[in-house]
Structures are given as structure tokens and as C-alpha cells.
């Protein structure tokens, strides 16, 4: 590989800042067409139907027409390394929960200066149903050894960023790894059906209230380490930092977000809505990593006053979006409707955009722009 550090080092380097009003490039939108984020109207689905959840994959999807052949190794500091084919893994008690996933990136188009990298808007999102075993039942089957720190999970996938060749990895440390609430998963199964390619067939990774990274795709080698993992996706990508050479923090849990479900309908360009004048509802989801959402707020007047959204109870699903809705009377003209969202914790949504070179974990007030005709004017 040599050579390719210097021919795919800096200039073409994701979550760098902009050159001064660089637009979107035609790399951002290969991209963004690969990568393809959640309809916000889809938004209305409890569990997100097959194919409107959003995708993100750094590399290539792995071609794995069926998972009959695939093993998962699970060694490093355990008593009994583990060698499991997907039969194997059936064997283990099976748990279903329902997850809200989020990419850390979620909002990065937003801010000013635009880290140049997948340029999501708000719609890195989705909500399914994983099946799989508990990592810590596999973890308990192979006998952690007392000097363990983490978990460094390793996906089928390879690829080179920022000239660094390398599988993609991600650590969790080992307190998260073998939590029982939330569970986290080696998960076969979407929805009731075999994972599919792009969401990470046969194995992959769930860690209910993490952003996405967290969530390794095309699982094949769990290790279990004595000392924190330094990989690339770890110590280089998903740190929150003001300056290239700061060492930042590490991205982990989902920010509290609302989102709304744009009402009426949209233009094709500008994606502006268009309601009639009159009495309507305004609905949406949201969801917080860190603690139960408590409190949704609306604004229908460019913030000037917030008001109280009508939540729905969690369902038995505590690390799912929650739907919201409130009332609003739409009266001819141009508004912005605002939303945020709150959790139990006291985490909430900024009203000015929390900038990082990254653009991770940008959770600022979402706001939609509407237009009510006049019905005087359109005769
Ligand atoms: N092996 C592997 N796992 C991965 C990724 C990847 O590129 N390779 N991308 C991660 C990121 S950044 C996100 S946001 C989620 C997206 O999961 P989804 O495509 O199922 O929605 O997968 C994560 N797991
Ligand atoms: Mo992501």
C-alpha cells in the first residue's frame, strides 16, 4: 500500500473543515447517494418499514449471499476461545429489543463551517426490532479474564480513510460490553428476517442508546483486550474536537433530538411545505441515549415562546423514539415550526449549533419552514 497515504491522505479526507465556501462536492454526493438517510415522513412508522431505514457503511457491503459459512471468533484475554457459526449462536437465549439507531454524524450538513464528510441532513436515523444474543452471555461462555478492559469488535469490511488501511473496528469498554440494561446484542435478525446486506448480513453489532459507529456491521471477531484500543475509528475518528491536534472526546451516547413530520406537502426543490390555513396536528418522534425523553417542546413562532408537546408513553421500549403531538392553527403567511427535545437527565437541544471539526452529535432544535397561502390570493 504504499503510496496511497500520500495520494488519499489529506486532501480527500473526511470530516475536515471546508476551504474556505467550498460547496458540496461530487465525492459528498457519491456519498450521500450510498449512504441514504430516513424519508422524514416515514417518521409516522413505529418500527421503520424494510428499506426506509436510514444506511451508512464506511466501505464496501460484504457480499454474503447466505450466512450458513460465517464464524465469529470470540478470543483474546478469555479462559475458552470461541469459534460460533450462526447455529451456534441459536443456541444461546435470544432477545428481541426495539432501538432507535442514530448515525453520529446526523446534522452535519447543518453547521457553519460544514465539516466536509457524509453530508447528512437530520434523517440519519431509523428504528428497528434486532434479535440476537447478549454479548455478555457469549463473553460469560468464553470466561473474561480479571485484567480485561474492552471489547474490540471487527467487521468483514476493509477499506483505507484518510490513508489508513484497515478493517473496521470498534472498542466498547468492558462495563458497557456486559451490561444487562440495555443489553447489548449480537444481533442475526431485523425486524423478524435475516439481516439484510446492508445492514450488516449475518452479524452484527446492537448497543441500545450508542450512535451508530458503535454498531459493527458484518461482525466476524470479537477480542477481548488488557489494554484500551488505539484503532483508527476509535482514536482518530469520533472524537469531539475544536482543533485537529486535541485528542478529544470520545462520541458514545445518543443526544436528545426531536424531529417533526413535515406537515403537509413539499415543494420538489425546496422541500418548503405548504399547509392550508387552519386548524391542524403536528406530530413526530423523539429520543435520547443518555435518559428517557421527559419533554418535547414546540415553536410556531421563530422561538419566540415554546410550548409543551403531548408525549406518548414509552411502550416498553425505552431505547425507541417516542412519538409526540401538539396543536397548531396555520394563519396565511411564512413560519418556521421548531421542535426539541428533552431527557430525564436534563440533556436538551441547542438553539445555536454545537460546532466540531467532526460534525458529530449536532443536535440543534430542528426547524421546518412553512407556507399558508392566502385563499383570498388564489381566487
Ligand atoms: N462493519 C461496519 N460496521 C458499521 C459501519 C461500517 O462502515 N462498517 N458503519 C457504522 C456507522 S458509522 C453507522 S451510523 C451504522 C449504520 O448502521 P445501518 O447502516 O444499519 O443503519 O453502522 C455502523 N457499523
Ligand atoms: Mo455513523
Request: glycine share 10%.
Given at each position: 500500500m504504499a503510496g496511497m497515504g500520500a495520494r488519499l491522505g489529506d486532501a480527500s479526507a473526511p470530516a475536515r473543515p471546508p476551504v474556505s465556501d467550498e460547496a458540496i462536492g461530487?465525492?459528498?454526493?457519491?456519498?450521500?447517494?450510498?449512504?441514504?438517510?430516513?424519508?422524514?415522513?416515514?417518521?409516522?412508522?413505529?418500527?421503520?418499514?424494510?428499506g426506509?431505514?436510514?444506511?451508512?457503511?464506511?466501505?464496501?457491503?460484504?457480499?454474503?449471499p447466505d450466512g450458513a459459512s460465517w464464524q465469529l471468533t470470540l478470543d483474546g484475554r478469555v479462559r475458552r476461545p470461541l469459534r460460533l457459526g450462526l447455529a451456534d449462536l441459536r443456541a444461546?437465549?435470544?432477545?428481541?429489543?426495539?432501538?432507535?439507531?442514530?448515525?453520529?454524524?446526523?446534522g452535519r450538513a447543518l453547521l457553519t463551517p460544514r465539516p466536509v464528510s457524509q453530508p447528512w441532513l437530520v434523517e440519519a436515523v431509523g428504528t428497528a426490532e434486532w434479535t440476537g444474543v447478549p454479548l455478555r452471555l457469549l463473553l460469560e461462555a468464553a470466561g473474561v479474564e480479571d485484567d480485561a478492559v474492552e471489547v474490540v469488535l471487527?467487521?468483514?469490511?476493509?477499506?483505507?480513510?484518510?490513508?489508513?488501511?484497515q478493517d473496521y473496528q470498534r472498542a466498547l469498554p468492558l462495563d458497557v460490553a456486559l451490561g444487562a440494561e440495555p443489553e447489548v446484542l449480537v444481533a442475526h435478525a431485523m425486524n423478524g428476517a435475516p439481516l439484510p446486506p446492508q445492514h450488516g448480513r449475518p452479524?452484527?453489532?446492537?448497543?441500545?442508546?450508542?450512535?451508530?459507529?458503535?454498531?459493527v456491521k458484518w461482525l466476524r471477531g470479537i477480542r477481548v483486550v488488557d489494554e484500551?484500543?488505539?484503532?483508527?475509528?476509535?482514536?482518530?475518528?469520533?472524537?469531539?474536537?475544536?482543533?485537529?491536534?486535541?485528542?478529544?472526546?470520545?462520541?458514545?451516547?445518543?443526544?436528545?433530538?426531536a424531529l417533526l413530520i413535515p406537515p403537509g406537502f413539499p415543494d420538489f426543490m425546496s422541500r418548503t411545505r405548504v399547509v392550508g390555513p387552519g386548524g391542524l396536528t403536528l406530530e413526530g418522534r423523539a429520543w435520547s441515549g443518555r435518559a428517557p425523553v421527559t419533554r418535547v417542546e414546540i415553536s410556531t413562532d421563530g422561538e419566540r415562546t415554546w410550548r409543551r408537546?403531548?408525549?406518548?408513553?414509552?411502550?416498553?421500549?425505552?431505547?425507541?423514539?417516542?412519538?409526540w403531538r401538539a396543536d397548531w392553527t396555520a394563519t396565511p403567511g411564512e413560519h418556521v415550526l421548531s421542535a426539541r427535545a428533552t431527557d430525564a437527565e436534563g440533556h436538551t437541544q441547542p438553539l445555536r449549533q454545537p460546532w466540531n471539526r467532526g460534525g458529530f452529535a449536532n443536535n440543534l432544535v430542528h426547524r421546518i419552514r412553512v407556507v399558508c397561502p392566502d385563499p383570498e390570493e388564489l381566487g
Open positions: 461530487r465525492d459528498e454526493l457519491a456519498l450521500a447517494t450510498r449512504n441514504h438517510g430516513l424519508p422524514l415522513e416515514a417518521l409516522r412508522y413505529d418500527l421503520t418499514p424494510p426506509l431505514h436510514y444506511v451508512l457503511t464506511h466501505y464496501d457491503i460484504p457480499y454474503v444461546f437465549p435470544q432477545v428481541t429489543t426495539r432501538v432507535t439507531l442514530e448515525c453520529a454524524g446526523n471487527t467487521g468483514a469490511d476493509h477499506g483505507v480513510e484518510r490513508g489508513v488501511e452479524l452484527r453489532l446492537v448497543v441500545p442508546g450508542w450512535y451508530g459507529m458503535a454498531h484500551p484500543f488505539t484503532g483508527f475509528q476509535q482514536a482518530v475518528a469520533y472524537r469531539i474536537r475544536q482543533r485537529p491536534d486535541e485528542e478529544g472526546e470520545p462520541v458514545t451516547r445518543i443526544a436528545p433530538r408537546a403531548g408525549l406518548a408513553p414509552d411502550g416498553g421500549h425505552p431505547w425507541a423514539w417516542r412519538s
